[in-house]
């Protein structure tokens, strides 16, 4: 039994986790359990009523309030730091790939086995894609968001599909990115303004509508010469609603990666505010390739995308 027993990231970063080791359990008929999922279980179908957050699935429901769900991790902390049982710590000094840990091999029925320090974010993962890509439909609808969020962005799309023929979703990622990096990909609102007028050109014949979602507050005066529509400001339907769209816009950001995964849906993984945007820049998630540049000064390291 697998056992995800540290914090990584913010919602984009877990979901990216999660489903890795799913996509790993489904390949080797393990289960896995997700106690650091605690903050977003709440909003997925599969998980809201299942305290363990477990895959697969259990046969019966959990109902798991809040505060149960952060005893649960406690006592997983407690467990991780107790040196009872085997934990592996996955470095971010190279990429990850399951063969780099024998794992198959290490594991033993009803054996405990709890990871910490795995970051998903950018190509960390890229080994193994292919395995995401294979096993997407269960991982889809294992990270299925509960129907009153689904009617939401539903009613939402349904709007912009009436008024437009191609729906660009923008990711506006301010907030923690000021200083994130070193505000490596901080790009300012009109910046992103004038690759969405870049993108727009793409599409000469057809009448393109942007859906705008950020973690900071924008105004329209920013975007009066383009038709856009703000997202609902919702962490779910916002996300889920990117997936929707015809292609994706943001900066590198594991919450456009899931968008682009989810959706199946090409992403433009914004670097370079000043470079000329084809269409070919768009990309889809398991069409993802990538070069990785360590550094001792982690703030440094970055991934190269070769597509």
């Known amino acids: 039994m697998l056992i995800i027993s540290a914090k990584s990231g913010q919602l984009g970063n877990r979901l990216l986790l999660f489903a890795n ?20 279980a709440e909003f997925f179908q599969s998980t809201a009523r299942d305290l363990f957050c477990c895959y697969p699935p259990l046969f019966f429901s959990f109902p798991a309030p809040q505060r149960w769900r952060q005893y649960y991790y406690k006592f997983n902390r407690y467990l991780v730091e107790s ?31 709890f990871f910490q320090g795995w970051l998903f974010r950018d190509g960390w993962f890229i080994a193994e894609v292919d395995k995401l890509y294979k096993h997407r439909e269960a991982i889809r609808a294992y990270f299925r968001p509960l129907k009153k969020y689904q009617e939401n962005i539903f009613k939402l799309i349904s709007r912009l599909r009436q008024e437009a023929d191609i729906i660009i979703g923008v990711h506006i990622r301010h907030g923690d990115y000021r200083h994130h990096q070193n505000g490596k990909y901080f790009f300012e609102t009109e910046q992103y303004v004038k690759v969405m007028q870049s993108a727009q050109t793409l599409f000469p014949n057809q009448k393109v509508a942007f859906l705008i979602c950020s973690n900071a507050a924008q105004t329209q005066q920013h975007f009066q010469h383009l038709s856009c529509t703000f997202g609902n400001n919702h962490i779910i339907e916002d996300l889920y609603s990117l997936a929707e769209c015809d292609y994706i816009i943001g900066p590198p950001s594991s919450y456009t990666m899931w968008a682009s995964f989810y959706g199946e849906r090409p992403l433009y993984m914004l670097r370079k505010v000043e470079q000329t945007l084809d269409i070919k ?19 440094k390291t970055y991934w190269e995308w070769t597509h």
């Not at 080791?21 to 977003?40: G, M, S």
């Open 21 to 40: 080791f799913i996509a790993f359990a489904r390949e080797n008929n393990f289960t896995v359990l997700n106690p650091a999922f605690e903050e977003y």
């Open 83 to 113: 040196g009872r049982f085997q934990v592996i710590n996955i470095q971010r000094n190279r990429p990850f790939n399951w063969s780099n840990l024998d794992l198959v091999e290490k594991l033993q029925p009803r054996k405990l086995i």
């Open 281 to 299: 820049n768009f990309v889809h998630f398991y069409q993802w390739k990538g070069v990785f540049h360590y550094h001792e000064d982690w703030s």
